[in-house]
């Protein structure tokens, strides 16, 4: 059976484990050739974590979920302030 998710959730209503799981799923699913290497990971959420963008996981400059973007190789700030 397919997982239903939905797109239209309120923050009170999200399920917090949920969304873990699945973001911890999609990191671990990336190609290595194309994952972030973790010490660069780490340094790369620091920086979101010392930005004032950053609202519950999201960047409010881009609203990219932070650690998916920060997981990928490709992955920029829209500022500038890791790449
Ligand atoms: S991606 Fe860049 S602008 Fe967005 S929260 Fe992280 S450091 Fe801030």
Same mark, same amino acid.
């Given at each position: 059976?397919? &997982?239903?998710?939905? !797109? =239209?959730? +309120?923050?009170?209503?999200? /399920?917090?484990?949920?969304?873990?799981?699945?973001?911890?799923?999609?990191?671990?699913?990336?190609?290595?050739?194309?994952?972030?290497? &973790?010490?660069?990971? !780490? =340094?790369? +959420?620091?920086?979101?974590? /010392?930005?004032?963008?950053?609202?519950?996981?999201?960047?409010?400059?881009?609203?990219?979920?932070?650690?998916?973007?920060?997981?990928?190789?490709?992955?920029?700030?829209?500022?500038?302030?890791?790449?």
């Amino acid at each position: 059976m397919t &997982e239903r998710r939905c !797109r =239209r959730c +309120l923050l009170e209503e999200y /399920d917090q484990e949920a969304y873990l799981r699945t973001l911890k799923e999609h990191i671990e699913s990336t190609p290595p050739r194309e994952r972030t290497p &973790e010490a660069e990971y !780490r =340094r790369r +959420l620091a920086a979101c974590k /010392d930005c004032g963008y950053l609202e519950a996981g999201t960047c409010l400059a881009c609203g990219c979920y932070v650690e998916l973007r920060a997981a990928s190789r490709r992955g920029r700030c829209p500022y500038k302030k890791w790449k």
